[in-house]
């Protein structure tokens, strides 16, 4: 079984502050994407990594896969209270029509 | 357009009873999921569906959960003798395709089912 973890569990900041969440893993993955969700809303898709090594950036936020494909991070600059919530990565496995998403990362920015 | 749309939003019901979760996927979407979500955590895969054939259900905690899914579209998951830890928020999603491996498209979330039971 893949296992996706991601850190922190909980991260609350004040705005215009920057932040990073990581997703590690022991296993090659084949893609990896990040989700954002509200309260009661499903996770909306964010970006999708598929090359080891590839950055993407959206707005203030920007998404490395590790050269591996092993590992993930999401860095915000200068949060606002607008990106607050839960941020899920998820992983496919080589072959796999599955995603394995990790425990998400609960981000609260405060005014 | 319309999105993947889940019923009832929320559902209360009392220990040892049978519920129904209904989730219908965005028209055309071939590949349709179930997870499972428990209070502030990710989400846990149930059960898989490529039109209406299951390949991977093996995320079914137990075999008091079932799904099926019928003319390629609306999908029902099944909790027979309900216990108080399926209390959870049941989220469905679809895929416009998936095939031998195509897991990076993405995926169209439903709003979920709040499932509380007592």
């Known amino acids: 079984t893949q296992l996706l973890e991601q850190s922190p569990q909980f991260l609350s900041i004040q705005e215009g502050e920057n932040l990073t969440v990581y997703c590690n893993s022991s296993?090659?993955?084949?893609?990896l994407q990040w989700y954002r969700q509200e309260p009661g809303e499903g996770p909306v898709l964010l970006v999708t990594?598929?090359?080891?090594?590839e950055v993407k950036k959206l707005k203030r936020l920007t998404f490395q896969f590790g050269d591996a494909r092993k590992d993930s991070s999401l860095h915000i600059t200068a949060a606002q209270p607008g990106d607050t919530g839960l941020y899920l990565c998820a992983g496919a496995a080589v072959g796999g029509s599955r995603l394995t998403f990790g425990e998400g990362t609960q981000l609260t920015v405060n005014p | 357009g319309a999105g993947v749309s889940q019923s009832p939003s929320n559902k209360v019901t009392e220990k040892g009873k049978d519920v129904e979760l209904r989730c219908d996927p965005i028209?055309?979407?071939?590949?349709l999921y179930w997870y499972r979500q428990r209070l502030g955590q990710g989400l846990e895969f149930l059960i898989y569906f490529q039109g209406n054939s299951a390949p991977d259900k093996s995320g079914l905690p137990s075999d008091r959960f079932s799904a099926e899914r019928t003319g390629e579209s609306v999908s029902t998951l099944t909790i027979q003798r309900t216990q108080q830890e399926d209390s959870a928020v049941y989220l469905c999603?679809?895929?416009?395709?998936?095939?031998?491996?195509?897991?990076?498209?993405?995926?169209?979330f439903g709003p979920g089912t709040r499932l509380t039971v007592l």
């Open positions: 296993s090659v993955f084949s893609s």
């Open positions: 028209s055309g979407h071939t590949a």
């Open positions: 990594v598929v090359t080891g090594g």
């Open positions: 999603a679809s895929s416009p395709r998936t095939s031998g491996g195509a897991a990076y498209n993405e995926q169209f």
